[in-house]
């Protein structure tokens, strides 16, 4: 399917708005001063007037502590495509009694999804206007009639479950679930850390009852809140009916952002869409919108393979401290293992660069430490010498204890409570943004970066205050604000520059900050099984050639297994060797065969792939019994599945039976690490599938895929 399946129909004369993705309409209503969720459909039939949503708003807003979700007039419509070739709706209101103006912006991006955007216009002359708060998009779906009581079983089953990532912590990404939402019952979801958190504002609603599913991102990276209620009337005197009420909002101290004289201010965008296929098609539409309209492609869309220095470059393992020597041996390895990127970690900057041990104290001043006497330069050099790129970390957004930006600069920091909150950078303040946005080209174009990798380590929870007319403006709007805008004119200006999101590995995963980067990480835990878990998982909210997956020293488990893991993201390795001398031939071996299938095979694909999760939810703490992905082109010649046995299996085999095959067509099957090959059936392998025999944990198998002729 593309985008040209795509359409809206303005009925001016009863003020309805129907947007066309596919199978997916979307019907809004103003009436009575209030735009209202009029309607979602998954199956491609207009429904006018759904009487039960009357008293649905789309959005809430509110004003100086004032709702102004209602009190709306007509102003404008106009319709037409964007850059992408998306057909776009822009739905002027005026309020009544508040010279605020609203435009409601709705992209139809096909694959049964849209895109809301939200712009808050200041009209008065004179007043300056506070932002309290706002939910850029809520509604209510899936009114059910029919048959209630029975379909519900005595309220045994719930008709309707959200899927999200349940954990919100540090190293515990991507550990999908689904709850129940219990009839007349409220149930959200949060976080508080200043960030979009080590969870993520994505989730997916299923209709337990009638099927289908309703797929939700927010595009914002601190705080935020998604709730989600179902409607159960059932008085006998009227017909049953239940429906689920859902709204997705940013949460901010209040107040979120003041709105100046004639200022123009945008809320966080909103990401939805609807299938009545199964959960692979309903992620399939989600990857494949997100790649044609939201993600930013680099050059031909190629990840390079990634060799990060900092493996064995720590107290304890190879040296005290980073040196231009101990760089060039790492160096070696990475082209000796046909990595692409070589990419400089913490601690070459500041007077204190030690390694592990200071490197977050002396962030901000980002100049080569002493122990660099010749800069980064010989070692850059030497990089592009043996064919790599080169890339460089760096957490702008902080200036540690020891840095002199600290000292020369105590004004830049967040304040809070009357003190200053350590390591954070108020980049609400223009001259700290403006020094950050200096400091991230002047870096750039000194080194000729392929790579910028950006890093945030820190918890702001709910942010700083700055006084201004009066009034205590929470920072977290501004900064996000700031940290969005340098990003957009960075990647302009340096349009084949490589962008790479980082926050305390998986802190900010939401689609605002990884749609301005070409790939992220999603977790700083690289362990067996867990790192199974977080790759399956966060392959749900954004497609796999984003996720950034890791191999370091000391891991636990199979070494095949290892990479097989980071092959099926976007793979990256941290010291498979102290030094090429003291290398073993094996490790080497087995990593240099991975990336080459990685490069060979794997990515000729991987941008485009289907992705196929058939173990959805994997339980247990750290993830048990089984876990299997299979990643098929879009024109089903090539495939790549991989098979992990995790902890706590019940059973020895596990049966994989492939969803995206073609089953009139016959593949040549090669399995490894074993490397054995035959052609065997597309229909077998659906039907039958392969029964993958492993007897101990943390081992797997990798499955390659090539239709025959």
């Given amino acids: 399917m593309s985008v040209n399946s795509t359409s809206i129909i303005a009925d001016l004369e009863n003020m309805r708005f129907q947007y066309k993705s596919e199978l997916a309409i979307y019907t809004e209503k103003l009436m009575d001063g209030r735009l209202l969720f009029a309607g979602f459909q998954d199956n491609g039939t207009t429904i006018y007037d759904y009487n039960d949503f009357k008293d649905k708003p789309s959005f809430d807003l509110t004003i100086d502590g004032e709702s102004l979700y209602y009190g709306w007039a007509f102003s404008d419509f106009a319709s037409g495509q964007d850059e992408l070739g998306n057909t776009t709706g822009t739905l002027t209101l005026t309020h ?355 790579m910028f990798r950006l890093d945030y380590n820190s918890c702001s929870n709910e942010g700083g205050f700055n006084f201004k007319d009066g009034w205590n403006e929470n920072t977290h709007w501004r900064h996000m604000e700031a940290v969005y805008e340098i990003f957009e004119r960075v990647g302009k200006k340096f349009p084949n520059l490589q962008l790479e999101n980082c926050a305390s590995g998986g802190g900010r995963t939401d689609i605002g900050i990884v749609s301005r980067f070409t790939t992220t990480w999603v977790s700083d835990w690289f362990k067996m099984p867990r790192t199974v878990r977080i790759l399956n998982g966060m392959s749900m909210a954004l497609p796999p050639e984003f996720i950034n997956r890791s191999y370091t020293p000391g891991m636990e488990g199979n070494l095949d297994t290892h990479m097989h893991v980071i092959m099926m993201g976007h793979p990256m390795l941290c010291g498979v060797a102290p030094s090429l001398a003291e290398a073993t031939p094996a490790t080497m071996a087995c990593a240099k065969k991975y990336i080459g299938i990685y490069k060979d095979f794997i990515r000729t694909f991987h941008r485009t792939a289907k992705v196929y999760h058939h173990t959805p939810v994997i339980p247990g703490a750290d993830g048990s019994g089984w876990a299997a992905l299979e990643y098929v082109s879009e024109d089903r010649t090539k495939a790549v599945a991989t098979v992990f046995r995790l902890i706590n299996a019940d059973e020895d085999r596990y049966t994989l039976r492939f969803k995206g095959l073609d089953k009139g067509a016959s593949y040549r099957v090669r399995i490894e690490p074993e490397g054995s090959e035959f052609v065997v059936a597309g229909y077998a392998l659906s039907r039958e599938g392969l029964t993958i025999e492993l007897d101990t944990a943390l081992t797997s198998q990798m499955i390659l895929l090539n239709r025959t002729e």
């Fill in 96 to 450: 009544a009694w508040k010279p605020i103006q609203l435009k409601v912006i709705t992209s139809c991006c096909g694959f049964g999804f849209f895109r809301r955007s939200l712009e808050i216009v200041n009209l008065s002359e004179e007043t300056t206007f506070g932002l309290t708060n706002v939910t850029p998009l809520k509604g209510c779906i899936w009114s059910i009639t029919d048959n209630i009581a029975d379909n519900l079983r005595d309220d045994t089953v719930a008709p309707y479950s959200v899927g999200r990532f349940k954990d919100l912590y540090w190293a515990n990404e991507g550990n999908f679930a689904w709850q129940d939402v219990p009839v007349n019952t409220g149930v959200y979801f949060n976080s508080t850390f200043g960030m979009s958190g080590h969870g993520s504002p994505f989730f997916i609603l299923r209709n337990n009852i009638n099927g289908g599913y309703f797929v939700c991102q927010m595009g914002w990276s601190s705080n935020w809140k998604t709730a989600f209620f179902a409607d159960y009337f059932n008085d006998s005197r009227l017909p049953n009916k239940i429906n689920l009420n859902f709204e997705v909002q940013p949460v901010t101290p209040s107040p979120a952002r003041f709105i100046a004289p004639g200022e123009t201010i945008a809320a966080p965008d909103m990401h939805f869409g609807a299938s009545h296929a199964d959960l692979d098609a309903a992620i399939q539409n989600l990857h494949a919108y997100l790649r044609q309209s939201v993600l930013r492609q680099v050059g031909d869309g190629l990840q390079p393979v990634i060799y990060n220095q900092s493996g064995y470059m720590v107290p304890g393992y190879k040296q005290p401290e980073m040196s231009e020597a101990g760089l060039k041996e790492e160096v070696d390895i990475a082209a000796e293992l046909g990595a692409e990127l070589f990419m400089i970690d913490a601690g070459w900057y500041g007077n204190n660069g030690t390694v592990g041990a200071d490197w977050g104290n002396t962030t901000g001043d980002w100049y080569a430490a002493d122990i660099l006497p010749n800069d980064l330069f010989p070692v850059y050099e030497y990089a592009r010498s043996k064919g790599l790129k080169c890339g460089l970390w760096v957490e702008i957004e902080t200036a540690g204890s020891k840095s002199k930006l600290a000292a020369d600069h105590p004004d830049w920091f967040l304040t809070k409570y009357g003190s200053t909150f350590p390591r954070v950078l108020d980049l609400s303040k223009p001259e700290v943004k403006d020094f950050v946005e200096s400091e991230i080209v002047r870096l750039i174009e000194k080194y000729q970066l392929d």
